[in-house]
């Protein structure tokens, strides 16, 4: 990794050994910008104040190997990255003003795309992750994690039930609990329909009456309109002496047949004035017609107006014209017959939940059995791992029970709670020597134990879940002497098939290591900057015997090293 402005860290390259490397230092000198630097590759969150004082950005880069073909490669190439070498570059920047860019094989990615890769590139483990240990739903995880398929098959079918359970039980409390406010939407659906089928009404009726209506109103001035206009056109056989048009357009189109051989366009004009004659022949008819035909029946006009206030009683409530009216009408009915079937639809709501239940009971006991095979075999493999680690008499034993709930589910003849994840709650115990009682890790652990179990949990991890690398944060806290030294040959054996990184204050520890990392600061008056340098030879053994003893030329503390040094190459 090279490291940029980040924190105290003002240029740094971090050469990891492919086994086991230890990140030593003063306590503030900058080991926790390594781990922080790691974080970042993987996506982890970009907070501004990580970037360095008077700096406009911070950077990280890191080359990380990976397999042809493994997940990760594969996800990054589909994500159009490109391996360099067999080797992934990835890269992220932090502004001063909060910005974040990530970039993954020369390919400018989102910040979730690291993330994604992180569960199959690195498994990272701090004090806050002993913290979260202690937590119930992260010890049913880490159970359901070492037991693999057994438990994850289970569990997926499991899942599946629940959420159907929870939607045809968040359907069915609905519509039973709003069973009056249905009943009383269907009563008064059935009452606007009824009114609209009193009604009878018919698509387009409230023009048309409208239209008849206002003729019906205006008869007498409509029919002598047309009286006079009529014998304007065709003449009044009262007045024979009156001149109309009709006689007029005649004469006028005689005179011009009388010469229309001797000039084509008056020819034109006289075939212009038959059109108007005839056209205004048939006018004339039509308002003989419509003189005759003129309803200007009083009881008629009653009857429409009768009939245009029933319409309008219903458009009044149902919508804006009668075409409205109609709409609505056929949408309340499919909603009512909706409301209606809405008894039935419990009905078979609740025979559906009785089934998932019944269903989810026998997922919930598969998947509780599944739990307590895996959970010997994981208690099992802790505690001898613990022997290794300094606690060769310590037990752990892993608690899985359920809690009774009268409106649970049925597992193990018992009505219990469940949730998403099953049935089971599930508890590491620790019991440290013969005789003690198994507590709970929280209440019965030490710092110094609590650190192994994590450990010893983590190495049990490796042989069946295995990651490339293994960052560990101080989680050898609080330990000391001889468990010292058996967590620093536990991280040994666990580098021989992964990548492992240590922060650690622990000289039994950083003995251990293959590659020993300094992380120093100096204050040249105005800016404080941290180096990271790889230790060798004689600077090795000055820092192992400043971690001993505060004094890194004392020579009691040197000796003291270098048998440290000289123990864990023979062993390892």
Known sequence: MRIRSLGVIDDAVVELSPGFTAVTGETGAGKTMVVTSLGLLLGGRADPALVRIGAKSAVVEGRVTVPAGAPAAVRAEEAGAELDDGALLISRTISAEGRSRAHLGGRSVPVSMLTELADELVAVHGQTDQQGLLKAARQRQALDRYAGDAVAGSHAKYVAAYRRLKAVSGELAELTTRARERAQEADLLRFGLNEVAGVEPL????????????????????????????????????????????????????????????????????????????????????????????????????????????????????????????????????????????????????????????????????????????????????????????????????????????????????????????????????????GAQPRPIAKGASGGELSRVMLAVEVVFAGTDPVPTY??????????????????????????????????????????????????????????????????????????????????????????????????????
């Open 203 to 434: 698509a387009g009726e409230d023009v048309e009456l409208a239209a008849e209506a206002e003729r019906l109103g205006h008869a007498e001035a409509l029919a002598s309109a047309a009286s006079v206009a009529h014998a304007a056109l065709a003449g009044n056989p009262e007045d024979p002496e009156g001149v109309d048009a009709t006689t007029l357009v005649a004469g006028a189109g005689r005179a011009l047949d009388a010469v229309r051989s001797h000039d084509p366009a008056l020819a034109a004009l006289a075939d212009r004035m038959g059109e108007i004659s005839i056209l205004l022949a048939d006018v004339a008819g039509e308002l003989a017609g419509y003189a005759d035909n003129l309803d200007a029946d009083p009881r008629r006009l009653a009857v429409v107006e009768e009939r245009r206030a029933a319409l309008t009683a219903l458009t009044r409530k149902y919508g804006e014209d009668i075409n409205a009216v109609l709409a609505w009408a056929e949408e309340g009915a499919g909603r009512l017959t909706e409301l209606e079937g809405d008894d039935d639809r419990i009905g078979e709501l609740t025979v559906e939940r009785d089934a998932l239940r019944s269903e989810l009971s026998g997922l919930a006991q598969a998947l509780t059995d599944a739990r307590t095979e895996a959970a010997a075999r994981f208690a099992d493999a802790v505690t001898a791992e613990l022997a290794h680690l300094a606690m060769p008499h310590a037990r752990v034993t892993i608690d899985i029970r359920q809690s009774d709930d009268p409106d649970g589910i049925e597992v193990g003849g018992r009505s219990v709670a469940y949730s998403s994840s099953g049935a089971d709650e599930v508890e590491l115990l620790l019991a440290p020597h013969p």
């Open 471 to 572: 960052l560990f944060d101080e989680v050898d806290a609080g330990v000391g002497g001889k468990a010292a030294v058996e967590i620093g040959r536990r991280l040994a054996k666990l580098a021989k098939t992964a990548q492992v990184v240590v922060v650690t204050h622990l000289p039994q520890v950083a003995a251990f290591a293959d590659r020993q990392l300094l992380v120093e600061k100096t204050n040249d008056g105005s800016v404080t900057r941290s180096g990271v340098t790889v230790l060798e030879g004689e600077d090795r053994v000055r820092e192992l015997s400043r971690m001993l003893a505060g004094q890194e030329d004392s020579e009691t503390a040197r000796a003291h090293a270098e048998e440290l040094l000289a123990t864990a190459r023979a062993e390892v």
